[in-house]
């Protein structure tokens, strides 16, 4: 008797992140269209800036500055420069925040900065440009500053960050917790020479902490998210009830005894271990 793996039974029950994938692919095309999934706000002297416009902060949208208010709704493409005095907050509908530092210059989207500092909090995959180099990162708390003259230092407090050359010019680089790289033009990272010190990763994490606590997520953030999270695992179930189903049908013939296409037949030397094949039977034998 041929052995053969049973592919019906080992594809029955699709495990579970494959309907947060789903979930997750859905959050991604909801933050593509809009509709306030980030969302700013600004920091002033310490405090959040509640009601009527951010004087702080200039915002250029399809090369037209516009006027900018608290819980504002951003849109792919905008422009950000904050003043000396300001910081600007962005949050993400998927749980990311962007904490842009005073005298910096960002474009919205996947975070492109011109020049300033930046200061991120992620649970999932994000990434932030500057001109020659890419810092993508999963789940962790980090910096990147960009200086004019085509230097940028990337320092991670938590997690693991990669660094990658946006004109692929050096292989990725991976820091780990307390690392942190120096880029200048296109050259590969020049890493320091001693860990970054923990008194520098202590303010970090100081700071991240101290800005996510002062500025409230938006209302609809909560709702958006479950929501969408929800649906990806309805649409996930109805996957796996489809495959469950398609798993449960009889295989039927295409009527001249052959089987449907799709499915190969037994390779003749699937025997089980230790049985021989017989040779075939000449037609003259079969008449002795």
């Given at each position: 008797m041929p052995l053969h793996a049973d592919r019906s039974r080992t594809r029955k029950y699709p495990p579970?992140?494959?309907w947060f994938n789903i979930a997750w692919r859905l959050l991604f095309c909801l933050s593509l269209g809009g509709c306030a999934s980030i969302t700013l706000n600004a920091v002033q002297d310490g405090r959040l800036v509640v009601g009527g416009p951010l004087s702080g902060v200039e915002l250029s949208r399809q090369g037209v500055r516009s006027p900018v208010h608290d819980n504002m709704g951003l849109q792919p493409g905008d422009e950000?420069?904050?003043?000396?005095?300001?910081?600007?907050?962005?949050?993400?509908?998927?749980?990311?925040?962007?904490?842009v530092q005073p005298a910096t210059r960002i474009r919205v989207g996947s975070i492109f900065v011109y020049f300033g500092e930046v200061?991120?909090?992620?649970?999932?995959?994000?990434?932030?440009?500057?001109?020659?180099?890419?810092?993508?990162?999963?789940?962790t708390q980090y910096l990147v500053r960009a200086y004019r003259a085509d230097q940028v230092r990337v320092v991670v407090a938590e997690g693991r960050v990669a660094l990658l050359s946006r004109a692929q010019r050096w292989r990725k680089t991976v820091l780990g917790p307390g690392e942190g790289a120096w880029m200048i033009g296109t050259a590969p990272p020049d890493f320091e020479r001693e860990p970054v010190g923990a008194d520098e990763i202590t303010d970090l994490r100081r700071r991240i902490?101290?800005?996510?606590?002062?500025?409230?997520?938006?209302?609809?953030?909560?709702?958006?998210?479950?929501?969408?999270?929800?649906?990806?695992?309805?649409?996930?179930?109805?996957?796996?009830?489809?495959?469950?189903?398609?798993?449960?049908?009889?295989?039927?013939?295409?009527?001249?005894?052959?089987?449907?296409?799709?499915?190969?037949?037994?390779?003749?030397?699937?025997?089980?271990?230790?049985v021989k094949q017989k040779p075939p039977v000449e037609q003259s034998d079969r008449l002795r």
């Open positions: 579970l992140a494959r950000l420069q904050t003043d000396s005095q300001t910081i600007a907050v962005l949050s993400f509908m998927d749980g990311a925040r962007v904490f200061l991120v909090k992620v649970k999932g995959y994000f990434q932030v440009d500057t001109k020659y180099t890419t810092a993508g990162s999963e789940g902490h101290d800005l996510d606590a002062l500025v409230p997520w938006p209302r609809s953030a909560g709702p958006a998210l479950g929501g969408a999270i929800a649906i990806g695992a309805g649409i996930g179930f109805g996957h796996w009830l489809r495959d469950d189903h398609k798993d449960e049908q009889p295989e039927r013939s295409s009527g001249d005894g052959r089987k449907p296409p799709g499915r190969l037949p037994s390779p003749p030397d699937a025997l089980p271990i230790g």
